[in-house]
């Protein structure tokens, strides 16, 4: 384990508190004690014909992409929308395990003994396939690297240039970290934007505008806001950190399409899982007032050692850590199981 990993585990650690029994715990119930958590009318993921009306569009599934079209549905059922750069479409949902299988099988992926520096993930039984909790194929891919992610793009940019439906110039990739902070939107919190934050009492209102309790108007979050730590934990461990007074009924992961989508008709940017970006992790992406409160992540290993993360994730119940402006990083060729991706189809220039 090196010295990034220790200090982030023990970060994580000591804010999670997920220390002595608490995964031993969930790992020990394993499918039995998370179904229990699974909704009943848990269903396949959303299709881009309940998508929200405003932003619905005709998709055109034989043609190559033109930027500003709109709601778009691939060759694997994921669909994209402008977020809000109308050349570069994002998939409404994280890349799901549905999708990555179809890419496993065409090119006989094997991932190699998995990276997972956490002491309780660490299992060479435990893949993208064999996450260690229940999923169905709608939920999010998780032990996938940055590296399988592009691998997954460039995979995916090649089947679908060659069927005709994109042209050579457009592509799939990883979004950028500013094109991921434009489709969270200025929100403080990726919920911010989607729900209206609860009202203050005029006694508070001075101390909101001084941003010492801001936070009171966003804890905790309405609900349908993400799949996050919520107290669902609590029912199997009452010392694990979780969000006071808010569940969202899953223990890991949930399926695409379950919470409430943003402006732009995306679902799980914040929780569920942490998304790859692009970008190599610096510390200056770390904001000052981020910095005090989560000082290990000036640790950036040199500014080309680490991956962007965005999102938080269904682990996650640190205020800072969910903040829309909070980015995480790993080593490129990281596994883990609160970790997956989403991908944008960059439409190119329209100048062909
Ligand atoms: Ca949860």
Redesign the pocket.
């Known amino acids: 384990m090196n010295l990034k990993s220790i200090v982030f585990y023990a970060e994580k650690g000591r804010i999670m508190k997920r220390s002595g029994a608490a995964f031993p715990v969930l790992l020990a119930l394993g499918w039995g004690a998370n179904q229990a958590f699974l909704r009943a009318d848990e269903t396949p993921a959303a299709t881009a014909s309940n998508a929200p009306a405003s932003l619905a569009a005709p998709v055109r599934l034989s043609s190559p992409p033109d930027a500003g079209r709109g709601w778009r549905t691939n060759s694997l059922g994921m669909v994209f929308a402008p977020a809000p750069n109308p050349q570069v479409l994002f998939s409404i949902w994280e890349t799901r395990v549905q999708d990555f299988a179809v890419f496993a099988a065409a090119v006989n992926f094997t991932a190699p003994d998995p990276i997972a520096v956490r002491s309780d993930v660490r299992s060479s039984e435990r893949d993208w396939r064999h996450p260690g909790f229940p999923q169905n194929p709608a939920h999010p891919v998780v032990f996938v690297s940055w590296e399988d992610a592009r691998r997954f793009c460039e995979w995916l940019t090649q089947k679908e240039q060659a069927a005709g439906r994109l042209e050579t110039h457009q592509r799939y990739r990883l979004p950028t970290d500013a094109e991921w902070s434009q489709a969270a939107g200025a929100g403080k919190y990726p919920w911010s934007e989607m729900l209206p934050p609860r009202a203050i009492s005029v006694s508070n209102a001075a101390a909101t505008r001084s941003g010492a309790d801001d936070d009171r108007r966003f804890f905790p979050p309405p609900a349908g806001a993400g799949?996050?730590?919520?107290t669902?934990f609590r029912a199997l461990d009452t010392s694990f950190r979780s969000l006071k007074g808010y569940t969202?009924?899953?223990?890991q992961t949930?399926p695409a399409g379950h919470f409430t989508a943003n402006r732009h008709g995306l679902c799980d940017l914040g929780g569920n899982v942490w998304e790859w970006c692009e970008d190599w992790y610096h510390k200056e992406m770390l904001t000052k007032e981020l910095e005090s409160k989560l000082p290990f992540y000036n640790e950036d290993g040199g500014g080309k050692t680490f991956r962007v993360l965005r999102g938080a994730s269904?682990l996650d119940s640190n205020p800072a850590i969910l903040r829309s402006d909070c980015r995480f990083f790993e080593f490129p060729d990281l596994r883990n199981d609160n970790i997956g991706f989403r991908v944008v189809l960059d439409c190119g220039s329209l100048q062909k």
């Open positions: 799949n996050y730590a919520g669902e969202d009924g899953y223990l949930s269904w």
